[in-house]
């Protein structure tokens, strides 16, 4: 039996799952105060969401010689209130919960791929503002052409069986996956991102942002598109992100949607956020939403248990899949 | 071989298939006096598109005792501009491209289905405003919801393969459709349409416009639904239609927006085309698009080849499926 500290509330079912399981849980909320006067030092695991600041002091505070946490959880993704060096350090394992999202994410990928092809913002906006533009807004279907993934992990490989279900062609790009790992009659994986642009009409960005993904779609890739479908229409080029922002240089997608090279960018994420100033905002053919790839209730609900049946394996001794150190 | 005549153009493809299978083929616009004096009489079929139109006395002045047109292809959907009756009381077979647009009135209705459960054309105007709506635009998943069809022909058929492959259990109310001809683990066919409004908390209209769906969607049946989904979360109720205008009584669906009964609902159809002076247009948990559910590159360059093969079948003797009469 472990005892568990839930600092940053749980939802009923997720706490159930750990009470049933035998274990002792504390769900209250410490202030900076207490937790560096080690309150959680008494317990074996601590589980947050992003209201607790599990800092270095905070970090050494609950642990003591031979007690105190050995498991941070994070009922969530970014782990931006953690201090995962100093967890490291002493031996406490942290782990979030990014499968969770997953189908959130996957589901607004889609909706801005069908929303972008079909202009269904703009559609909306014209129709606000007292206009019928039913003879201006022709668009193109995603049935028959080509779809390029720039990271293929989990989110990606959601994106690309329901795209494939709705009858696109994957292609795809991560230097981090081996080929032999992937089904080709599922997706075709490239070993240079350049191919992405030159065979793909739609573009969706599912990698981490870092310095090496830093600004990799820019002007020379955008360039690179065809804006010609594997069926031979002329579809024009469609770029998509709901990943983080600063992967495509949006300097360069503006420029491009003004070029027409891009026929449309639509964007969940942003260089900067809130983009105020973005002159983005600002154009026909771009459509965007507030970082709200994940934000469903059921991406909600599944963080909860997630987090518990993580941390369920990491009691019974087995490493979580969801580690991150 | 066959004389031809095309009036309002068709793609050079689709010319090519009636030229290649060996028959004459005239490509001209004429004018009502032309019409009218009988220019088609020396032609076997005429092609046209929504421009000509096939009048009782155009269609009389078409046809002599013994020669005349015997088949009027209508490349496109919507027959205005046909005199059906006066057609089948000569003998003429009227033909119409339905298959052609199938797949983009999927797409389209996946697009704002997606687009509703995630409030993409809001979050887009909000984000065009100058807000950041991240905390209030919480969305539901459509994965492991019911999706409630009106009307199970091809395209309903359609949405429900896409729906399906992402995760949503189908339903459908038709009365024309035989029970036993649908696989019930593809999708529950239901003898009650109020049924499909108990059972759905997301529905799509499919049926064609008469008096008898009329407002078939109204107050009474709106209420009906639950908001809550087959997987146990409280996504609302959604509602969209790419079908035809009245068959959603458009004031019940505004009070049901008004009232929260009715979380989005999504409209490419109106009861009134534009609908210049609806308040729909104010709310914002409503989004539309003008009628373009069809309207997109591919359903256009499949429109000619769809018109040539029924064509052909007709000239080789048998009667073609997309026969209106």
Known sequence: MARIAITDGMSDGAMKILSDAGHEISSEHFEPPDLLSGVLSTFDAVIVRSATKMTREVITSSITESNGIQFIGRAGVGIDNI????????????????????????????????????????????????????????????????????????????????????????????????????????????????????????????????????????????????????????????????????????????????????????LDVFETEPPDQSPLLAHDDFHGSPHIAASTMEAQARIGVEMANTLLEFLDGIRPVNSLN
């Open 83 to 266: 201090d995962l060096e100093a967890a490291t350090e002493h031996g406490i394992i942290v782990c979030n919960t990014p499968g969770a999202s997953t189908r959130s994410v996957v589901e607004l990928t889609i909706g801005h791929l069908l929303s972008s092809v079909r202009n269904i913002p703009r559609a909306d906006r014209t129709m606000r503002a007292g206009s019928w533009e039913k003879k201006t807004l022709r668009g193109s279907e995603i049935y028959g052409k080509r779809l390029g993934l720039i990271g293929f992990g989990r989110i990606a490989r959601g994106v690309a069986d329901a795209a494939r279900s709705l009858g696109m062609e994957i292609h795809a790009f991560d230097p981090y996956v081996e080929n032999g790992s992937i089904d080709p009659s599922m997706c075709t994986l490239h070993e240079e991102l350049d191919d992405i642009f030159t065979i793909c009409t739609h573009i969706s960005v599912h990698c981490n942002f870092s310095e090496e993904t830093k600004h990799i779609v820019n002007s020379d890739r955008i360039s690179l598109m065809t804006g010609v479908g594997a069926d031979g229409i002329e579809c024009g080029n469609h770029l998509i992100s709901c990943a983080r922002g600063g992967i495509i240089d949006e300097d360069a997608a503006l420029k491009a949607l003004e070029s027409g090279q891009l026929s449309s960018l639509a």
